[in-house]
């Protein structure tokens, strides 16, 4: 009877500890939805945000929420299904490309861009120093910040019609115009030496790339990373059905904006993804031991101690933390962010079909509380 007694209290005990870790763990994937629940909430009160969708990888685990409306009073809400404008964050997408060709030893970051141009490019160096893929993908090659190159419509007065005279002044741009374009520009210092943005630097690596591979940079997103990745819902271009699902965009006034101009390249800003594809892609970004995303990810400039560039990434530096590795897109009427923590396993993308001054910072700050509770 002892023995009995005894195995009964034993496996009670067990039973006990067992449903008390079970319930724990719960209550902790609970915990971290509701501070991502609660964090979404407080940014959907801003004024300046009508809606925004948010997806979370945190050691293995995915979350992802959609809050708020897409188009004001209107009765549309974002979902799993909504496409959005990925704008900028296409640029990572082009890095590993280029990380792969480096992999397979097709092309090294120190190359003269133009070895994998057709025709004659003399301008595109100075003093002897050429182009290279390392100054494409940190921004510091010295070409403008548009094709056409009109650097006299940026100015404060136009800050409002900016997005409709861009439109206007790409419309029917063609590959031929692009190199056009390329052979008028004037580089004026050593390339790497000095930070401009520029969308044709990153168009220029795609064109790079289609002949690298003899194949469109379409073609090649597709091959190399949307279906090994199943992001079966990410594009350049979609069918009628899918244009159904794009989220329009809107300004700070929420008035429509235009949608990102038809260009012959889209290696600068033109993906079109939803928040579960882009959860796939934050996990592919975490996997430390791929060798594509160690040269993504490597630090390229060392100029600085707390900041560097990888391949179109921004990485934030501190000796006692992990690195810190970042990139934001903001098209006429949309606005993301894309945050990673390698070593923490964390990944965290948020966006919103806003743009005005105060959104990226917006959701700069959801995303960093979010981080904070989980690191």
């Known amino acids: 009877m002892t023995l009995n007694f005894k195995t009964v209290v034993f496996t009670l005990i067990i039973c006990s500890i067992i449903i008390s870790c079970k319930t724990k763990k719960h209550q902790q994937v609970d915990d971290i939805a509701i501070l991502i629940s609660k964090e979404l909430d407080t940014l959907i009160s801003k004024p300046e945000i009508n809606g925004a969708s948010l997806g979370v990888y945190y050691k293995g685990k995915i979350y992802e929420f959609h809050k708020g409306e897409l188009d004001k009073g209107m009765n549309t809400y974002p979902t799993k299904n909504t496409i959005y404008e990925i704008a900028s964050l296409t640029k990572t997408f082009s890095g590993i490309l280029l990380a792969q060709a480096i992999t397979e030893g097709r092309v090294s970051l120190d190359d003269d861009i133009r070895n994998y141009l057709k025709g004659n490019f003399p301008n595109l160096e ?93 073609e090649l997103l597709t091959k190399k990373i949307l279906t090994p990745l199943k992001m079966n819902n990410t594009k350049i271009t979609l069918t009628e059905e899918e244009k159904t699902l794009l989220a329009q965009g809107y300004n700070g006034k929420n008035q429509k904006m235009p949608f990102e101009p038809e260009m012959p390249m889209k290696a600068a800003g033109g993906i079109l993804s939803t928040t579960g594809d882009m959860i796939k892609y934050m996990r592919f970004h975490l996997n430390q031991n791929n060798e594509v995303i160690k040269i993504s990810h490597k630090k390229l400039l060392g100029l600085w101690e707390d900041f560097d560039n990888g391949l179109f990434w921004q990485i934030f530096i501190n000796k006692n933390k992990p690195d810190i590795i970042f990139q934001n897109g903001g098209a006429f009427g949309t606005s993301s962010w894309l945050t990673l923590i390698p070593n923490k396993q964390i990944g965290v993308f948020i966006i919103t079909n806003k743009k005005d001054d105060k959104t990226h910072n917006h959701l700069k700050n959801t995303l960093d509380k979010i981080i904070d509770k989980l690191k």
């Open 126 to 218: 100075y003093q002897g120093h050429p182009i290279t893929f390392r100054n494409l993908v940190t921004h510091r090659s010295g070409l403008p910040i548009i094709f056409p190159n009109k650097p006299e419509i940026f100015t404060s007065s136009n800050k409002e019609k900016l997005p409709f005279l861009i439109t206007d002044l790409q419309k029917d741009f063609t590959k031929k115009d692009f190199f056009n374009e390329l052979h008028m520009v004037k580089i004026d210092t050593v390339p790497g030496t000095k930070f401009g943005y520029s969308n044709p630097g990153a168009n220029l690596l795609g064109y790079c790339l289609e002949n690298i591979y003899k194949m469109s940079f379409e």
